[in-house]
């Protein structure tokens, strides 16, 4: 150190233009980082999703997604597999351990399934593969909606030419997912029996139209200068034109129109959104560039709707119902404000303890500095400005002038032991060379706390890995700061390092001596008070409340709809919206919408378990100045309970806490095993013996929800008999079913799918099926003569867990009742022991404990060997120890006085705090030359200033985030304070305790010579 200390001290401009450089850097890698909510984690999943239009969920599972689970199974780090399966589709969610490289992976499955995808059934598609990030939700949802009376589909053209076109134009905006969307389509309605007499089918109709409305490319004409495209298209330039396409028979030709009606429609919805006025709307999703933060992306949505909206604002009402920024935006001020607090509140303990204002600019200028060196580290590694990251540095703060204090304080006494000598370089030296060894030893034993952090699994690790990383960084850039620009400083500004000595007489050194000389002289009963203040403490900390995250006040709040499998958008629709007139009528809220169903483009969403036209969500934000409460809820929805209505309310939570906490919302329960009828049979008992919710609803069995359908049974002798094939059968029975896609019509600039179709009037019963006429070259005959047509039960939606098939139990309500129904389900025998039982909802805290304690521990140990080394001695290191499990109980203590749990988040803390606390105990070892008590005493009294003030300045730092009265500033306060409350316990147990342990043998020596 001292040759880095020469060089720099040798050259303090030079040293100042590097460190001001640096700065530069910092304040351009702070623009350029992207802003996020939370760190940019990529969750250690992978879903495939296949559909296979038309097939039933039982013969899906077979023939797509057991094969694909066995096509998998043998690529390496799968952890689970959990696969859903539904009336034309499958999706498989494969998870991976947390750090697993999972491009790598991604890239084995795509080889498996390449592999098996030709022995798939030929209609299926080709699986696709989705990864996950943690960072993909809609940053703003758009509502937009028309003026007036005007009808939402004659809209859709201004909306997509003129909104969503720009809104996907924009460099921060990655893509835009309409939801609710009214897509207009040409309906060509067939009368089937006009059409039977004539001996032609729904096909005859859509081949003439295919064959009349087309508009393909012949080539192109060459010459020796020009090539000229030739392209061919349909005479057919409007609706009424179709209808006038002639039909060719063995009997007449007329028209379409003759035989049925076509009309300018709209395709069949499968979702909706609905304001908070329960009308219909459709909602733009914004997602952000994979390469632009959240900030950027809704800056950008904001500035064009702000551009666009005066064009559009006498047809379309656009109104912002979801933005992800404002959150954002006010939390990361709040911590913004909190950092320049403890800076401010820093500075003025440092102007109070130093009594000089050159050393309190010296002390404080390596603050910002670090802390731009920072954002220099997090760009360069590709890191994301967010709410952990500025935790971090919130909390390092005060860390950061420790080390910068000691070097003055140590300058300023080589300077004061010459008063009349210039301070040169070596001078600094030789006076830094003595602290160089503990100061190194503190920083990195606060450094090997966080090592540990490595090792922890899952999610809390990846996420806690980064807090690490900002501290580390911190604390190294502190360290750097202190040892080359805090001396080039003080050789530039020497006049100022002679205010030191005022701490001396204006802070009580000399009653700290007495107090000190009073605890040495009656070691026994320090050491008594001290294992009582122990015993209490371990008192108070089982005392200490347990949660996985910090509990705030609810503002927001999702209940989630749940009709009969099989409801058709347009009932569940009604449903929401009369949902949403009775909770705005009767709870105070600031803005409600909902939104249901699915889009088939957005296949990722659709893919999710329960997703379908009979589900909806409404979301509920309350004011400023009130909170949601879930019972309250639950109790205003109990008026609506209807047998056909199932659900669900659960405080809204953002991705982070989903993976930290689990799903939010009532226990959920699920049941594997390798027979499928015992699995249901285990969970309509367990289900039947529930508790009744306090709505009185029951618990809901998914993945045994039944939805009626039709099953036809072809007689293939009489089908034989009459010339009909099976595959005719079928290919008719799907054309009037679901009508043929005949091509597209292009009217004012805006291309039409064509839908030829059955008669909507004529489609919907069972004995339209019984009258469908199928045409063969005999003759015709009606589909009652080939099909036995008979009405069944099917399951909607099938699930599988590892290979098993699967079903959840989930409780209507979070009540006591519903959580100790669910123990007891988990503790009680079952007479079949093929069957598992695993409760969904378990804590994440509880999953990740032993990892925690593991960490706790290995730190200790790490410490523990440090020491040993730096000291040479295992005795010193075990003393220094000692000083921990004091810090630790008044950290509790003080959680446990301010009303914090022990989370995640103040778990973090103690882990930052104890590297932190042993600092002062380093540096007082450092100083003890023998154990006799006078000497201990002396250098126990030289070192107080340093102590004090890296101390006080901490605690003075953490203040502002520690005593944020904010609900969403819980986290950041828990962790403060989990810092502070120990840093007070331990710097009171170094300055008293620490040297009466420390001289024991010395004081019984001396006893028994008085003997």
Known sequence: MRPLVLIVTRHPVATVALWSALILLGLVALVLLPVEMHPELEIPQVRIVTEFPGMPAHDVEQLITVPLEQSIASVAGIRSVESVTRHGMSALRVGFDWGIALRDVSVRIRERIDAVYPLLPQAASRPLVFGERLNEAPVMIVAVSPKMDTALETVMPLIENELVAALRQRDAIGSVTLLGAREPQIHVDVDPERLASIGMSITDVADAVAVSVYQHSAGSLLNDETEKPVQVSTSVGSIAQIGEISLRSAVSGPTIAELARVALGQRRRTSFFLTQHAESAVAL????????????????????????????SSSLIIDVVHDDSIALRRA????????????????????????????????????????????????SIGLTLNLMSLTGIAIGVGMIIDNSIVVLERIARSAAAAPHSPLCAHNIADGLADIGGPMIGSTVTTLLVFVPVLFIRGVVGALFSELALMIVSLLLAAHLCALTLTPALAVLLPYGLNGMSAFRANYGRQRYQRLLLSAMRKPRLVMALFGLALIAGGVTSLLLPRSVLPAAAV????????????????????????????LWRQLPLASIYAYGGFEASAIEHYSEPGIGSHSAEIVLTAPSSHALVVTQVEQTLAALRDVHVDYRVAAEQSALETLLAGPAGPPRLRISGSNRNAVNSV???????????????????????????????LDTDAAAASGVTARSVIDQLRSEVDGINSGRLSLAGRDYDI????????????????????????????????????????????????????????????????????????AEDRADSSVTLEQLSLSRLQQAAGDVQRVFGMAVILMLLLLTAQFESLRTALLLLALLPAALLASSAALLLTGHSLNLNTAVGMLIMLGTTLNAGIILSSAYRDRSVCSIVAATSARLLPIMATTLTTIAALAPAALDPRPAAAAQAGMATAVIGGLLGGTATTLIVYPVMFSLPAVQRNNRRKR
């Not at 914004?286 to 559009?312: C, E, M």
């Not at 002390?363 to 580290?377: G, N």
């Not at 009932?571 to 009775?582: K, S």
């Not at 589909?783 to 098993?804: F, H, K, M, P, Y």
Request: with cysteine; proline share 5%.
């Open 285 to 312: 999703l914004v997602f952000k560039d994979p390469a632009a933060g959240t900030l950027s992306a809704a800056r950008a949505t904001r500035a064009l709707l702000q551009q666009i909206q005066p064009r559009l």
């Open 683 to 713: 969970a309509a008992t367990l289900a039947g013996r529930a508790p009744a919710a306090r709505t009185g609803a029951p618990p809901l069995i998914e993945g045994l929800q039944s939805i009626v359908q039709y099953r036809l049974q």
């Open 755 to 826: 839908l030829v179709r059955r008669a909507p009037e004529r489609s919907a019963a069972r004995d339209e099926l019984e009258n469908i006429v199928f045409v063969s070259a005999t003759g015709s005959v009606a589909a009652a003569s080939l099909l036995d047509i008979r009405t069944d039960v099917a399951v909607w939606e099938l699930r599988r867990a590892n290979g098993q098939p699967m079903v959840e139990i989930s409780f209507a309500d979070g009540s006591p009742a519903a959580h100790a129904a669910a123990g007891q389900m988990l």
């Open 555 to 582: 503002q927001q709040i999702r209940v989630r709809l749940l009709l009969k499998p099989g409801t058709a958008i347009e009932q569940t629709e009604r449903t929401t919206a009369a949902a949403i007139h009775h």
């Open 332 to 379: 990361i001020r709040f911590l913004l404000v909190s950092i320049a607090l403890g800076m401010a509140a820093a500075t003025l303990v440092l102007r109070q303890l130093l009594q000089a204002r050159a050393l309190v600019a010296i002390s404080v200028c390596s603050i910002p500095v670090s802390v731009l060196a920072v954002f220099v580290v997090q760009y």
